[in-house]
């Protein structure tokens, strides 16, 4: 018992520690209008689809411009973009790496499944790159503070408010038959600003 008051005592004077475990644990635990981008080809419901039945419906790759490359992750590479139509930023998830096509199919057809959720990250186009020879896909820009950054200056309030979002987030992906399966800083963005948070990356989603 005085063991479990010292961990207690210790993960209250440093917060950011706490959030951090308690997405991993989350993790492993739990391991709007949208542009229609996927469609079925059959009658299934959305819940009875296979890869098999769903077909991309790719949007225009000159309405985009990639500005400055984010991050390089197992399925490829992401970019901060602009759509030059609209003059709106996004962000552009490119996959580079050698990445089968049921795999990209899955992400986005999840994507869409759950696009205008709460607190999840919104899906835009899909795109087909000539040039790099690569599929994509556009989602929203996210203004988000680093967790390295954010954590150690977040107070009880703040964990609970973003936890609490977290959760709902959780909750309306498996009221939807979707388990998220990797769930952790790097993919929970946090604006501190405007107090919003949002659910990234669901290349392990099943």
């Known amino acids: ?72 992750g197992g399925f490829g590479e992401v970019y901060f973009a602009k759509n030059v139509k609209f003059n709106v930023n996004c962000v552009v998830k490119l996959y580079t790496r050698k990445v089968d096509r049921d795999t990209m199919m899955r992400e986005i057809a999840i994507m869409q499944s759950v696009c205008g959720g709460p607190n999840i990250v919104k899906i835009y186009d899909a795109l087909y790159l000539p040039s790099v020879n690569a599929s994509a896909v556009v989602m929203e820009h996210v203004n988000f503070t680093h967790f390295s950054e954010l954590f150690p200056k977040l107070t009880g309030e703040d964990i609970r408010f973003y936890m609490r979002k977290l959760l709902v987030s959780m909750q309306y992906l498996h009221q939807h038959g979707i388990v998220h399966r990797d769930i952790k800083p790097h993919n929970y963005l946090i604006d501190p600003i405007a107090r919003e948070a949002r659910v990234i990356d669901f290349g392990a989603s099943a």
């Open 1 to 72: 018992m005085e063991r479990l008051l010292l961990i207690r005592d210790f993960l209250l004077s440093k917060p950011w520690l706490a959030i951090f475990l308690l997405l991993v644990i989350l993790s492993s635990v739990l391991s709007q209008p949208c542009k229609e981008i996927v469609s079925s080809k059959s009658k299934k419901s959305k819940r009875q689809w296979t890869i098999n039945d769903v077909d991309i419906k790719y949007g225009d790759h000159d309405d985009y411009r990639l500005i400055k490359r984010l991050g390089v």
